[in-house]
């Protein structure tokens, strides 16, 4: 059964940084599609950034390009997003999430989604 589990959340000053983790479990990771998806309060869930199955390519959303980095270890099977020059619209809810096939931002084309991890960026 694949498991997907975040960690690395917290509550930083905007301008500071934080690495999230998906570590994920129940699959071969280098045939997976991953990416990160966030929501707000109030808000639809966004994609902020996605990954190929082989760790290679990757797209981001106008909104975190050039501050975000995601990343795969196919060898730990984990996912990464390193988040920097953090600011309070990015206080969110962020959730890892996998499928076969492509990478895309759209929530319900992924099979497989971890808990989420808390981010809080305070002004």
């Known amino acids: 059964q694949v498991q997907l589990v975040e960690s690395g959340g917290g509550s930083v000053q905007a301008g500071g940084s934080l690495r999230l983790s998906c570590a994920a479990s129940g699959y071969t990771a280098s045939t997976y599609y991953m990416a990160w998806f966030r929501q707000a309060p109030g808000k639809e869930r966004e994609g902020v950034a996605s990954?190929?199955?082989?760790?290679?390519?990757?797209y981001y959303a106008n909104s975190v390009r050039g501050r975000f980095t995601i990343s795969k270890d196919n060898a730990k099977n984990t996912l990464y997003l390193q988040m920097n020059s953090l600011n309070p619209e990015d206080t969110a809810m962020y959730y890892c999430a996998a499928r076969y096939g492509y990478c895309t931002f759209s929530a319900n084309l992924y099979n497989y989604w971890g808990q989420g991890t808390q981010v809080t960026v305070s002004s």
């Open positions: 990954i190929d199955a082989a760790g290679s390519t990757s």
